[in-house]
């Protein structure tokens, strides 16, 4: 009797690890979504709403794969981290998202698509969630680029990197691998820069860095795990007519608005008449670059003004009153900043504070007020956003966003859109550590601690063209572009902004001297404005990485 009771009790172990093994395993969906644009968020929730609605058709119909069970989370609604690397503590962390039992993780952007989830399932079941692998849409650099720190310098079109708005798919095994790498407790790490420029990039770096392939695996690269190219996802829903493997995973482009739409879509009427724009510059480049910026934008940018470090009445330029230093220039932009305001005065209908460099190009129809089937580029983007709240848009970049004293900045030479609350606030409240600290870094350092977030607008570069993989170009219609090393300029304005040179800008309206800019000072307190700045010149960083 005891021998039969052993016998049973054996059976019953037996199946219930079978049955516990057979228990369907998790397919994450993460919809990595901005939180501060309401258009953003009502994408955000059109992707999740679109595959829950394919899932319950599966359901419904009895083809959903029964080895699956599908999760879909909004990651704002959890937390608020835009690079991956800096989430996936929280991901198995204190949001509990990351299970035992998570076999693959999708993740999406706001822009990214999922035409057909059954397709997708399918595809996934093809695959091992076992490996060690992640799957996308692959990149390449054309060349050494300074956004990407020029790694892979000798061979950079070897080295693939995901397309993040087409959907990235990680085995469960990687991600919860990643997870102990980044966690608290994790040793050993390679990682190149404190600086997030690309997170897409970053992310491939850092696994080709940190996780080593199976010993029988071999790479193009010596080196770590790299991404592998997946046809299933695509930049477009159209990338390739006539495809063998359908597109279940895509990125949708960002098309222009219409003029129907932008009367329907824009909460807040803006024309170009409402920006006003702050032109950085200094005399060595006085003849060298801003005539450039006067055969292309300045046309359509009547509320230009050129601060200079010196006054140049040929231009004209407005003194700042600051001497120019080679890098930094904190303290010339504060002044820019408050010669600005004194400028506006009491002008009502300027709104916005656009502050770009002397070598910034921008999008013709960016400004222009005029075109009877064409909308404003910077217009379409401020019509969204109320210029009478605190707003602080740009191309957004990281800065040791792993540390409780990281931050989130906008990169200067793409530019920087204020609305002008935000101006006074800044003259009102930030300060520099230094005349030569990084103007914009210590600007966002100062917008952090204030608690005004660094609002990201696609389309801004803070380099050249050809630093960026051209179907992200492609994807997202450019705003401007930085840099007029090594590059034609002129070209670049014709080719990638779409604008025509002309021989004669917009003239510049009489401007009427004022003082040079005040004392520079702070209510906020200088003591944290200094400590973010002894935290750059620590960690060897205190020059602005100048792009």
Same mark, same amino acid.
């Given at each position: 009797m005891p021998a039969r009771i052993c016998v049973l009790l054996l059976l019953l172990c037996l199946v219930s690890f079978c049955c516990g093994s057979n228990k369907?395993? #998790?397919?994450?969906?993460?919809?990595?979504?901005?939180?501060?644009?309401?258009?953003?968020?009502? #994408? =955000?929730?059109?992707?999740? /709403?679109?595959?829950? #609605?394919?899932?319950?058709?599966?359901?419904?119909?009895?083809i959903l794969p029964g080895d699956f069970v599908l999760n879909? *989370?909004? %990651?704002?609604?959890?937390?608020? /981290?835009?690079?991956?690397?800096?989430?996936?503590?929280?991901?198995?962390?204190?949001?509990?998202?990351?299970g035992a039992r998570t076999e693959w993780i999708i993740w999406c952007q706001h822009n990214t698509r999922v035409s057909s989830l059954r397709g997708l399932l399918e595809q996934l079941r093809r695959q091992d969630p076992r490996e060690l692998s992640f799957y996308g849409h692959a990149l390449y650099d054309a060349e050494a680029t300074i956004i990407h720190h020029f790694s892979n310098h000798k061979d950079p079109q070897r080295f693939p990197y995901p397309m993040l708005s087409a959907g990235v798919i990680f085995t469960g095994a990687l991600l919860r691998r990643l997870a102990d790498l980044v966690a608290s407790t994790g040793h050993n790490i390679t990682v190149h820069s404190d600086f997030s420029i690309d997170a897409s990039y970053e992310l491939a770096r850092f696994i080709f860095d940190n996780v080593p392939p199976a010993p029988h695996i071999s790479t193009p690269i010596s080196g770590g795990i790299m991404l592998k190219?997946?046809?299933?996802? =695509?930049?477009?829903?159209?990338?390739?007519? /006539?495809?063998?493997?359908? =597109?279940?995973?895509?990125?949708?482009?960002?098309?222009?608005?219409?003029?129907?739409?932008?009367?329907?879509?824009?909460?807040?009427?803006?024309?170009?008449?409402?920006?006003?724009?702050?032109?950085?510059?200094?005399?060595?480049?006085?003849?060298?670059?801003?005539?450039?910026?006067?055969?292309t934008w300045a046309a359509d940018a009547r509320n230009r003004r050129y601060y200079s470090d010196v006054a140049d009445v040929g231009i004209p330029t407005i003194s700042t009153?600051?001497?120019? +230093?080679?890098?930094?220039?904190?303290?010339?932009? %504060?002044?820019?900043?408050?010669?600005?305001?004194?400028?506006?005065?009491?002008?009502?209908?300027?709104?916005?504070? %656009?502050?770009?460099?002397?070598?910034?190009?921008?999008?013709?129809?960016?400004?222009?007020? *005029?075109?009877?089937?064409? +909308?404003?580029? +910077?217009?379409?983007?401020?019509?969204r956003h109320n210029a009478t709240e605190l707003v602080y848009l740009g191309q957004r970049y990281g800065y040791r966003l792993h540390a409780p004293d990281g931050f989130n900045y906008h990169t200067g030479g793409?530019?920087?859109?204020?609305?002008?609350?935000? +101006?006074?606030?800044i003259v009102e409240r930030c300060s520099c550590p230094s005349a030569s600290a990084p103007d914009d870094m210590i600007l966002g350092y100062c917008l952090q601690a204030l608690g005004v977030p660094a609002i990201p607008a696609a389309g801004m570069h803070q380099a050249r063209p050809q630093d960026y993989a051209g179907e992200l170009l492609q994807l997202q219609p450019p705003l401007s572009f930085h840099k007029f090393w090594n590059t034609d300029?002129? *070209?670049?304005?014709?080719?990638?902004?779409?604008g025509s040179l002309v021989n004669r800008s917009a003239p510049l309206e009489a401007h009427k001297e004022q003082p040079a800019a005040g004392p520079l000072h702070t209510v906020m307190?200088? /003591?944290?404005?200094?400590?973010?700045?002894?935290?750059?010149?620590?960690?060897?960083?205190?020059?602005?990485?100048?792009?």
């Open positions: 369907p395993g #998790e397919v994450l969906l993460v919809i990595a979504c901005p939180p501060y644009t309401l258009h953003a968020r009502s #994408e =955000c929730s059109a992707l999740s /709403h679109s595959v829950l #609605e394919q899932q319950r058709a599966l359901v419904l119909t009895g879909v *989370h909004l %990651m704002h609604e959890l937390f608020n /981290h835009w690079t991956l690397l800096d989430a996936l503590p929280h991901l198995s962390g204190q949001a509990r998202v990351l190219s997946a046809s299933y996802i =695509c930049p477009t829903a159209a990338s390739v007519p /006539h495809r063998k493997v359908a =597109c279940v995973l895509h990125a949708q482009p960002e098309e222009p608005l219409t003029l129907g739409q932008r009367r329907h879509g824009c909460l807040h009427t803006t024309t170009g008449s409402h920006i006003y724009f702050a032109i950085k510059t200094c005399a060595k480049f006085h003849k060298e670059r801003i005539p450039i910026i006067e055969r009153g600051i001497p120019n +230093v080679q890098t930094g220039h904190c303290a010339k932009t %504060m002044a820019i900043l408050q010669l600005s305001l004194k400028d506006i005065g009491e002008q009502l209908d300027i709104r916005w504070l %656009m502050l770009v460099d002397d070598d910034t190009l921008l999008k013709p129809p960016l400004i222009h007020t *005029h075109f009877p089937t064409s +909308v404003p580029r +910077v217009s379409a983007l401020l019509c793409a530019g920087i859109v204020l609305s002008l609350p935000l +101006v006074r606030l300029p002129e *070209h670049t304005y014709r080719r990638w902004l779409g307190g200088r /003591h944290s404005l200094a400590a973010g700045f002894r935290l750059l010149q620590a960690t060897g960083l205190g020059k602005h990485l100048d792009l």
